[in-house]
């Protein structure tokens, strides 16, 4: 089985601080990507990471910045929290696409900002 | 990009079939469709791939036309805790961004 580890579940952060969110996968799988998720909005990808210190932009990745130093760890920045950025964040590692290996997905980190 | 269409909602009586549809009519020649169920805003759970042919597995089977344009999921006998919102997942093409229909909320009613 895939393992996707995220570092909290729940975190509540004030508008203006700068939030790290850290995804660890067990799988050394060459692809990770971050996702939130609102309600009504399905998932949405933030940001992808397809080899250590590669990344590339999702579909919205406006307020948010990553680092993959390690294979293993794909870290989400919030340079300055803002309240709407208060969602559930997803974490995922995959395979390369085409290879029919599973996609494994961390617990999620609800994050608060006040 | 490729994108999947699935209906916002479905319910579906306890012990029957249930039927989850999805399009995906923009999926390359070697990308597989992936089925994941998220429960209470946990992190989705697997179910089911394939690339061409239908699959069967413990949990459930996947019907994949033969233009690969659209598939159904089938949960063979649907009970209370198959209740969630599942999500067919793809590829775009040429690219490794894995994307997300808004998912189909499946209420199994007692």
Redesign the interface.
């Given at each position: 089985d895939v393992k996707?580890t995220q570092s909290s579940r729940y975190l509540v952060k004030r508008t203006g601080e700068k939030v790290f969110l850290e995804c660890v996968q067990d799988m050394d799988h060459e692809?990770m990507?971050w996702?939130r998720?609102d309600p009504?909005?399905?998932?949405?990808?933030i940001y992808?990471s397809?080899d250590v210190k590669m990344k590339?932009k999702?579909d919205i990745p406006e307020g948010y910045s990553v680092s993959r130093e390690k294979k293993e760890r794909f870290s989400l920045i919030l340079e300055s929290a803002s309240t709407n950025q208060t969602s559930?964040y997803?974490c995922?590692s995959?395979p390369?696409?085409?290879t029919?290996g599973?996609?494994g997905?961390?617990?999620?980190t609800?994050l608060t900002v006040t | 990009d490729a994108k999947t269409t699935q209906p916002p909602s479905m319910d579906c009586a306890e012990g029957r079939a249930a039927n989850l549809p999805c399009n995906h009519s923009t999926i390359s020649g070697?990308?597989?469709v992936?089925w994941?169920r998220q429960i209470h805003?946990?992190?989705?759970?697997?179910i089911i791939?394939g690339?061409k042919n239908n699959e069967t597995n413990e949990m459930a089977s996947l019907i994949i036309t033969e233009d690969r344009k659209s598939s159904t999921l089938i949960l063979p006998h649907a009970t209370l805790r198959d209740t969630a919102v599942y999500?067919c997942?793809v590829?775009t093409s040429g690219?490794?961004?894995?994307?997300?229909?808004?998912?189909t909320r499946l209420k199994v009613l007692a």
């Open positions: 996707v692809n990507f996702y998720q009504g909005l399905g998932l949405r990808l992808f397809y590339e999702g559930m997803l995922a995959s390369p696409p085409g029919g599973l996609i997905f961390g617990p999620g609800r | 070697n990308e597989y992936y994941y805003s946990q992190g989705p759970q697997y791939h690339l999500y997942i590829t690219t490794y961004k894995y994307i997300f229909g808004t998912g």
